[in-house]
């Protein structure tokens, strides 16, 4: 039994009234707390949120559900505790309200740049490309992954934290984000001290220095059985996600777009067969991927990628992503090496 908890609720009203009767009959010895929440930190908080609510989440979707844990006997890390109330001034990492950064975007992601080993943090063809957006995006979501793994160590003196970032140094050295303890009242638990790679004096507070994010624990799953067939999921690639493709595809009929990229899959899978580096594995929606490219424009460039799963006997193509998209699910699972999906 959860003794306690804060639950945030964002919805219209007869659905907070529904979501709190399920609550209170189910456990009623939690406490429910509601206030406000800045709409940047529901992507982060849901992440977690949804470990308890995912059922109710998916009956609602237009119900976002936050989670405050604040009792030891949760499945929770106790660092955890206040990482989603609303921070004062700063910047913070996904806005998580963990840590306190006072020169995030300025200063702290510029070092990391420097401290890792060289790699292309930019898109090449994006309209709207910002400075080391792919990177800011990789941090964003390996902070959620390993917030849900439980991979933040904290030293035994409680005093400071840190977490694998999942990038080395030059010297293939593993870097890690350091945090101290926040002295600041009404703010995050933790401030950010900087990047420190492994064997720096700082770490050694740490006794066990943590692991990095984990996507996948059957590495077959990374590579593409050409023997399986694809079935679309095509309704939602063709319809509710028309607007992902290029122009003058986003204007067309349905079914002249489904007609096309059945098209495509015949000669991309002789492809695959040949290269198996063009079926690129990534990490969407809690499980490993195969982002295949459609070349629909022009034969020389992917103008989108197409996310299929392992569905036992068949591939099921789940959804359409556009090239930034899929670099991002892409780059949690491995560096790229920017064959075909070069956004």
Same mark, same amino acid.
Not at 200 to 218: C, G, H, T
């Given at each position: ?16 009234? %529904? =979501?709190?009767?399920?609550? #209170? ?9 509601? %206030? ?19 059922? =109710? ?43 306190? %950064?006072?020169? =995030? ?15 292309? *943090? ?24 390993? !917030? ?6 904290? #030293? ?38 900087? *990047? ?16 990095? $994010?984990?996507? %996948? ?25 028309? /607007? ?5 595809? #986003? #204007? ?57 799963? /392992?569905?036992? /006997?068949?591939?099921?193509? $789940? ?10 699910? !892409? ?8 064959? *075909?999906?070069?956004?």
């Amino acid at each position: 039994m959860i003794a306690s908890e804060t639950i945030v609720f964002k919805g219209n009203k007869s659905m907070q009234e %529904f =979501f709190f009767a399920i609550v #209170s009959r189910k456990h009623p010895d939690v406490r429910i707390d509601v %206030f406000p929440i800045r709409e940047e930190n529901l992507e982060s908080a849901c992440a977690v949120a949804e470990c308890h609510l995912e059922e =109710f989440l998916e009956r609602y979707p237009c119900a976002d559900v936050v989670l405050v844990l604040d009792n030891e006997e949760t499945d929770f890390p106790k660092e955890l505790e206040f990482c989603f109330k609303k921070n004062t001034g700063g910047e913070e990492i996904n806005n998580s309200g963990f840590a306190f %950064f006072p020169t =995030f975007l300025t200063g702290a992601i510029k070092e990391l740049v420097a401290l890792a080993e060289d790699e292309d *943090w930019e898109y090449h063809f994006s309209e709207e490309n910002t400075e080391n957006d792919v990177l800011l995006n990789y941090l964003r979501y390996t902070y959620k992954r390993i !917030a849900k793994e439980r991979k933040i160590a904290v #030293s035994e003196n409680k005093r400071y934290s840190c977490f694998h970032t999942g990038l080395s140094t030059k010297y293939n050295e593993p870097i890690y984000a350091f945090f101290s303890k926040n002295t600041k009242p009404n703010s995050a638990p933790w401030f950010f001290v900087g *990047w420190r790679s492994r064997g720096e004096k700082q770490l050694k507070n740490i006794s066990k220095l943590p692991e990095p $994010a984990s996507y %996948f624990s059957d590495t077959s799953s990374l590579f593409f059985d050409y023997k399986k067939g694809i079935v679309l999921n095509s309704a939602h690639i063709v319809e509710e996600n028309k /607007d992902r493709f290029p122009a003058p595809f #986003s #204007s067309e009929d349905p079914q002249f777009l489904l007609s096309v990229i059945k098209g495509k899959l015949v000669g991309l899978k002789e492809m695959i067969r040949c290269n198996y580096k063009i079926a690129v594995p990534c990490y969407y929606r809690g499980k490993i991927h195969l982002l295949l490219p459609l070349y629909l424009k022009n034969p020389d460039r992917a103008d989108m990628a197409l996310a299929i799963e /392992d569905a036992g /006997d068949h591939y099921r193509a $789940a959804t359409c992503l556009t090239l930034e998209m899929a670099y991002h699910d !892409a780059r949690l699972v491995a560096k790229q090496d920017r064959g *075909w999906l070069n956004p």
